[in-house]
């Protein structure tokens, strides 16, 4: 699929029949006739925006749903038909692109409403009200709010209100007290409409995987296991069907030196061996996302578990090996060889984080190679 001729052996394997078998998997689950919104904001979670936008097309979601403008615009070059919701801020001044591009907008101030009200352009511009229930984040917090909001959208030539969504802060835990807390939240904000819009959404992977399906709504917002990646480990021992991760990361040993015992590695000499060793040196480092913090994390060469060691530079890095391995040797960051398999979750874990954040900081500077059968 991918003409760009790549020099350096380090990229990213993205298995676009990964997205394909999730999305598709979802769809069984899910109530009839909800629709499925592939989240593909920040390049889908680093996956690829464009080729990840195509594979869950394929298996039949029906809006894209980013964070930004550009997103949003690089999308549409792509794919001129399908619905487009930006979920985050957007600035009034994109507001007539917008309704050109038919790009759907999230709104949630009256004051926003009131200045796009004094632009001019022709096209009817589409919004979803965005209400928060207890995210903290964006949306209107009360019902008067949302009432002005709404009847300001209602009375404007310029927009139309074709949905509404929250967020939940807390559906990935097992506790469900504050989750519970935002639906009935939540289902005020709806009961205190005079018309219910077309589309009505609030769960996000966790909500649509692990609670009451009655939370689907209209259509849900498909995220973080579109990638096959489970949103916490609480979900991952809930999921009503298997997950295919998408994402995996290999480059090769470009050079393997034997070294004696008390010579050191890399950077402050933070390593130093205790035995005659084989150091290995792949080309990948803190400039490609493989941030000092990873030091430590294995990796896989030949099926066996090998360590990073030292500390990471910007482009490179040191491995401890068990043999000298010859020049050229696949390693395997992220994925499986043999019986072993290394996940996102894994150095998630290592780097004191979730999984969303590990592909998300993979640099542009690593190329996406996309596989498909
Ligand atoms: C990112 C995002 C999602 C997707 O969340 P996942 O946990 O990845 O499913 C859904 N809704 C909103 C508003 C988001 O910002």
């Not at 009847?151 to 949905?163: A, R």
């Not at 490179?316 to 000298?324: K, N």
């Not at 954040?357 to 500077?365: H, K, M, Y």
Request: charged content about 20%; hydrophobic content about 40%; some cysteine.
């Amino acid at each position: 699929m991918q003409n760009i001729k790549h020099f350096r052996p380090t990229k990213a394997i993205i298995n676009l029949d990964a997205i394909k078998h999730n999305v598709n998997q979802l769809k069984e689950y899910l109530n009839p006739g909800v629709q499925i919104m592939a989240v593909v904001k920040a390049n889908a979670y680093g996956h690829g925006d464009i080729e990840v936008a195509a594979a869950a097309i394929e298996a039949g979601a029906t809006v894209l749903a980013v964070a930004t403008p550009e997103e949003a615009l690089h999308l549409r070059e792509a794919y001129r038909d399908i619905d487009i919701l930006i979920l985050g801020y957007v600035p009034v001044s994109f507001a007539p692109l917008a309704a050109v591009e038919n790009i759907t907008l999230t709104v949630f101030s009256t004051d926003w409403v009131e200045q796009v009200n004094t632009l001019t352009f022709k096209h009817p511009l589409k919004v979803h009200i965005k209400v928060d229930t207890g995210m903290g984040r964006i949306g209107v917090t009360n019902l008067e709010d949302l009432q002005n909001l709404y009847h300001e959208i209602v009375l404007s030539e310029k927009l139309l209100v074709d949905g509404i969504f929250t967020h939940f802060a807390t559906a990935d835990e097992e506790d469900e007290t504050y989750f519970l807390h935002q639906v009935t939240k939540f289902e005020e904000f709806l009961r205190s409409l005079p018309k219910r819009p077309r589309l009505v959404h609030a769960a996000n992977t966790a909500t649509m995987l692990v609670k009451d399906q009655t939370l689907q709504y209209d259509a849900v917002r498909f995220g973080i296991s579109m990638y096959g990646l489970a949103p916490s480990a609480y979900v991952k021992t809930k999921l009503p069907f298997p997950l295919q991760p998408a994402f995996s990361l290999e480059t090769e040993l470009i050079e393997v030196k034997e070294v004696q015992a008390g010579q050191s590695i890399g950077y402050g000499a933070a390593f130093t061996a205790s035995e005659p060793s084989f150091i290995g040196t792949i080309p990948i480092g803190y400039a490609d996302g493989l941030i000092r913090k990873y030091s430590g994390q294995h990796v896989l060469i030949d099926g066996v578990r090998v360590p990073i060691i030292g500390r990471i530079c910007m482009d490179q890095c040191m491995l401890l090996l068990p043999i000298a391995y010859n020049i050229g040797k696949k390693v395997t960051l992220i994925g499986k060889q043999e019986d072993e398999e290394i996940t996102i979750d894994e150095w998630a874990k290592k780097g004191d984080t979730i999984n969303y954040e590990v592909p998300c900081i993979i640099t542009s500077r690593v190329p996406r190679i996309y596989y498909k059968k």
